[in-house]
């Protein structure tokens, strides 16, 4: 019998069933939009039973919410729709989300969009850290521009810095945020990867602050030149990267860089092949565990798979756990994924949301298969012996 997950909150507010959920990497609160363009913002709760959620409603121009892009400041973020840009705060003495600007200033037209924090992990550059200071950014992929505004904190009125060319590179055609695994540390060479699929080129990119605000290419990777779909690239230098061949086969391929070198130095980790040729991702996400081990979690159609690195095989990922949208019943489909800061499975069916907790059978949770399929060794462990004899 596979092994089962313990379903830790349900949770139900929707009119209409939601199509995306976005994670605040910096807490534990969750945003879901739905069909009709409502977002609720959940903030969950460290209890061992099922509790229910502190929801905060918010009606925005009656038009889809494509991007959440939270801030690390507690008490607002930015909301993107079909029609404008929105950044929304927090009145504790109303229990209220509202939009307190309805656009950046200067605002072109943009493919991404995403927040990072001000400065460095404990390194003050110009602002204290103890503060709720940050950035946001937007990317168009036609221009190759980047164009970047400051928030000072809460409340505090938005800056423009200014309008980037990615002048290193010709082109890209992916471009998507780092994912922060790695929290609470935040580095400012590790913001945004773009890849070219034609070069077959992945560049990570950073930022200065001194003497003047600009972007710049932190690393740059040659990778096989791919039909790329999905770049999923992650604080430790880890990537997966969906690509779809010739004859339409999908495959999920990971990567591991050097984190100590500007230029290309990858080991390919292995490729996750779907159960059956029309199978599409949706999603892919990573997490880090309280061991230094990652597990990754690809919504399929039908499903989503949660997968360790295996150590007994080379470039093998084990599927620790599927979760099916067929055991809620006829006809359902998952809406969207992902994890919780703590790597809780999060996902939507219809109108509800679903945050499982990461136990498996006998006690064990996914961070702990993680750990046992390619965790580190004792030194007395035989392929650490045979490793030693060998030099």
Not at 255 to 269: K, N
Request: charged share 20%.
């Amino acid at each position: 019998m596979a092994p089962s997950l313990r379903l830790r909150n349900l949770w139900d507010g929707h009119k209409r069933a939601i199509f995306h959920i976005s994670v605040d990497p910096y807490s534990q609160r969750i945003a879901t939009h739905s069909t009709e363009g409502e977002l609720l913002i959940w903030e969950t709760i460290d209890a061992e039973h099922i509790s229910l959620p502190i929801s905060r409603k918010v009606a925005l121009d009656e038009s889809q919410i494509h991007t959440i892009a939270w801030a690390p400041a507690e008490h607002e973020f930015i909301a993107a729709t079909d029609k404008r840009v929105y950044r929304l705060t927090y009145d504790s003495s109303a229990e209220q989300w509202h939009p307190s600007d309805f656009s950046l200033p200067q605002m072109g037209p943009y493919d991404r969009i995403f927040t990072y924090p001000a400065a460095n992990s404990g390194e003050e550059a110009g602002v204290n850290p103890s503060t709720d200071a940050y950035y946001v950014s937007t990317v168009a992929q036609a221009t190759r521009s980047v164009q970047t505004w400051f928030v000072a904190g809460p409340n505090e009125r938005i800056e423009y810095i200014g309008k980037s060319e990615l002048k290193q590179v010709q082109r890209f055609d992916r471009a998507s945020r780092v994912m922060p695994v790695a929290h609470p540390f935040f580095s400012r060479d590790n913001i945004m990867a773009t890849f070219d699929s034609n070069a077959g080129k992945l560049h990570i990119w950073g930022i200065r602050t001194v003497p003047k605000f600009m972007w710049f290419c932190a690393k740059e990777h040659r990778l096989p030149c791919l039909n790329v779909d999905m770049i999923r690239y992650n604080s430790i230098d880890k990537a997966a990267i969906v690509s779809t061949d010739k004859k339409g086969l999908q495959t999920v391929t990971i990567w591991v860089f050097s984190s100590a070198s500007r230029r290309s130095h990858y080991l390919p980790a292995g490729t996750i092949y779907p159960k059956r040729k029309s199978d599409r991702v949706q999603e892919v996400r990573w997490h880090l565990t309280e061991y230094a081990q990652t597990y990754l979690g690809i919504q399929w159609d039908d499903r989503i798979d949660i997968y360790c690195q295996e150590r007994n095989i080379d470039s093998g990922w084990l599927c620790a756990y599927t979760i099916s949208a067929a055991q809620f019943g006829p006809g359902k489909s998952i809406g969207s994924f992902s994890f919780t800061a703590a790597g809780e499975p999060t996902f939507a069916i219809d109108k509800q949301l679903f945050v499982y907790s990461q136990e498996l059978e006998e006690g064990k949770t996914i961070s702990d298969v993680a750990y046992e399929e390619h965790g580190e060794l004792p030194l007395v462990h035989p392929f650490i012996l045979t490793e030693l004899m060998s030099w």
